[in-house]
């Protein structure tokens, strides 16, 4: 059973940074790709950004130049570094994983960030 645990979530004021985690467990091979998306109230789920195994990475327009995704691919780990964040950024923010050998994707269970303006 594959498992995606996210961590670092909180409340933080405008301008401030957050860093996320996101472990896979289980039977597994090496990620293909790990990402976050964001949902919040009301709105649909949206990309926020992407790594691959060979350290490509993709990013919302909207985050460009305050998030970094960073991951460490023999802990089957990827990290969401958040800097100068904005209320605009409050939502749930959810670790998405395809790994080598198959094409499901898999998804954790989801950690809040709220930003007070």
């Known amino acids: 059973q594959v498992q995606l645990v996210e961590s670092g979530g909180g409340l933080v004021q405008a301008g401030g940074s957050l860093r996320l985690s996101c472990a896979a467990s289980?039977?597994?091979?090496?990620?293909?790709?790990m990402g976050w998306y964001r949902q919040a109230p009301g709105k649909q789920r949206e990309l926020v950004t992407t790594?691959?195994?060979?350290?490509?990475?993709t990013y919302a327009d909207s985050v460009k130049g305050r998030f970094t995704i960073s991951g460490d691919n023999a802990k089957n780990t990827v990290y969401l570094q958040m800097n100068s964040l904005k209320p605009e950024d409050t939502a749930a923010y959810y670790c998405n994983a395809v790994f080598f050998g198959s094409s499901y994707e898999y998804w954790g269970q989801g950690t809040q960030v709220t930003v007070s303006s």
């Open positions: 289980g039977n597994i091979f090496s990620f293909h790709r």
């Open positions: 790594i691959t195994n060979g350290g490509s990475t």
